[in-house]
């Protein structure tokens, strides 16, 4: 079953705005991963944050992670095109098995 | 460095042919190893993991099976492919425990 779900499942906007993507989970989890997808390849590991941090930035990426309401965002400051992408989150808990949601189809527009 | 090679990119079948796509791991020891697939514009459905040789967990049951007989390999099958088995599969590895995940290129499969 899948621990994670996305909202929105598909988001457009213009290159140079920031974009926020959510994620949910069910059970109590040791920590939260985001993930990208570019079309037809692999998924590339983008930030991991843990269950007892709250905030955790990467360049342009900053990842919040709220445990009592069992959700995650994702934010994309200053997009650009080559952002577009599938974005998922990943959730592991107690079993060493990675689980993951359905993700959000960025679409950055020129 | 630690590197993972999956193939073929893409593969095309026919109904009750069998099925074996291989990954292998270079450049660490002892990680985890994790199927999964992909419908179109969908998420990623975990089908089998393993912690070690021999080990093997299963996810959902399914017309698939999944062998790990060494360390750094790891080994998805069907005696008899369905229709619905076409999907895009792609095979990841961690470094044992809970960290970031290296997934492979992916698998095409097709199955006619």
């Known amino acids: 079953s899948q621990q994670g779900e996305e909202d929105p499942q598909a988001l457009s906007i213009q290159e140079g705005e920031n974009a926020t993507m959510n994620c949910s989970y069910k059970?109590?989890?040791?920590?939260l991963q985001w993930y990208r997808q570019n079309s037809g390849r692999g998924l590339v590991h983008l930030i991991l944050i843990r269950s007892n941090e709250r905030e955790k930035h990467s360049g342009r990426l900053r990842v919040t992670l709220d445990t009592s309401k069992k959700s995650s965002s994702l934010l994309i400051t200053a997009s650009r095109a080559a952002d577009t992408a599938s974005y998922f989150c990943?959730?592991?808990?107690?079993?060493?098995?990675?689980?993951f949601g359905q993700g959000t189809r960025l679409t950055i527009n020129p | 460095s630690q590197t993972i090679h999956q193939w073929p990119a893409t593969l095309v079948q026919p109904v009750g042919s069998p099925l074996s796509l291989e990954c292998t791991v270079e450049?660490?020891?002892?990680?985890?190893l994790y199927w999964y697939r992909q419908a179109a514009g969908r998420g990623l459905q975990l089908l089998f993991y393993?912690?070690?040789?021999?080990?093997i967990s299963s996810e959902v049951p399914q017309n698939l099976s999944a062998s790990r007989p060494q360390d750094r390999q790891f080994i998805l099958s069907s005696k008899k492919l369905l229709l619905s088995d076409s999907g895009f599969y792609l095979c990841?590895?961690?470094?044992?425990?809970?960290?970031?995940?290296?997934f492979g290129q992916g698998t095409r499969l097709t199955v006619v």
């Open positions: 393993s912690v070690g040789i021999g080990q």
């Open positions: 990943a959730t592991t808990a107690g079993a060493q098995k990675l689980v």
């Open positions: 450049g660490t020891s002892n990680p985890n």
């Open positions: 990841a590895w961690t470094p044992g425990g809970l960290t970031e995940a290296f």
């Open positions: 059970t109590s989890i040791n920590n």
